[in-house]
């Protein structure tokens, strides 16, 4: 699979027009262990996705891809290099204030959706909305964001009244709904059939140029790879563009 010819039907992104700074790895670093054991998680990561990009990012477990997504995300900071989400630079950040940036420009769809069991699917969004960075102005309605994903009719059911796919229609929704600058999607069709999980990568790559989101997703599975902007492979913690 090559990086040239991995454009989304969403339409490609003109990176001169993106309106606002998207997300940016240089030369990272990042090391686990101790002085008698060391793993290079992270070796020399150059990684540029502007908003409305979607770029996946495949490669065999233990490659770095979750250190890698840890990182972007300012959930670890990296030994060396910098990390840049919506322009700011979350490595030189004190803890505190990467948590902040973190709130209020990353958004992260894991495996499972991660929901709540006991809260239906609109007051998922409405549960982050409240507790999130803009609660204090006003902000995407969650009715409207989840008729957008294709759940308007389903918006009162819990997690245990939806499918795999459901499920994760509403944890993409429930990510986009504090209106993050980057989205970080770890292995979203993993539990999915084939059918399932072309949806949910054509609508990660609609919601992404529609909303101006950088967007990046670890995954196994190369069927869905074509609506990605960009491809990327990760092999002992080194990242290079897929050929």
């Given amino acids: 699979m090559s990086s040239d010819t991995t454009a989304s039907p969403a339409g490609s992104v003109d990176r ?3 309106h606002r700074p998207g997300l940016e790895l240089r030369a990272v670093f990042l090391r686990h262990g101790n002085a008698a054991e060391t793993v290079q998680a992270l070796d020399d990561v150059h990684l540029t996705v502007a908003p409305g990009e979607l770029a996946a990012i495949v490669g065999p477990s233990g490659a770095g891809k979750s250190s890698l997504l840890a990182v972007a995300g300012g959930l670890a900071r990296p030994d060396q290099g910098t990390v840049t989400v919506a322009g700011q630079d979350m490595t030189v950040a004190s803890r505190r204030v990467r948590t902040d940036l973190r709130r209020r420009h990353v958004g992260f769809v894991f495996q499972s959706g991660n929901l709540l069991p006991a809260l239906t699917a609109v007051d998922q969004l409405r549960l982050v909305q409240r507790l999130g960075p ?12 989840l008729a957008d994903v294709g759940m308007a009719d389903k918006v009162n059911r819990r997690p245990d009244q939806l499918s795999g796919g459901e499920r994760q229609r509403v944890g993409i ?4 709904v504090t209106e993050p600058d980057v ?3 770890d292995e979203p069709t993993a539990a999915l059939d084939r059918a399932r999980s072309h949806d949910i990568v054509q609508l990660l790559a609609r919601e992404a140029a529609r909303r101006s989101v950088a967007v990046v997703m670890v995954t ?15 092999v002992d913690g080194r990242l290079t563009a897929a050929k």
């Fill in 173 to 176: 929704a429930r990510a986009l």
């Fill in 16 to 18: 001169g027009q993106a």
């Fill in 134 to 145: 803009r609660a204090e102005r006003a902000s995407r309605d969650p009715f409207e964001l």
């Fill in 183 to 185: 989205l970080l999607v």
């Fill in 220 to 234: 196994h599975d190369h069927d869905v790879l074509q609506y990605c902007y960009t491809v990327y492979e990760m």
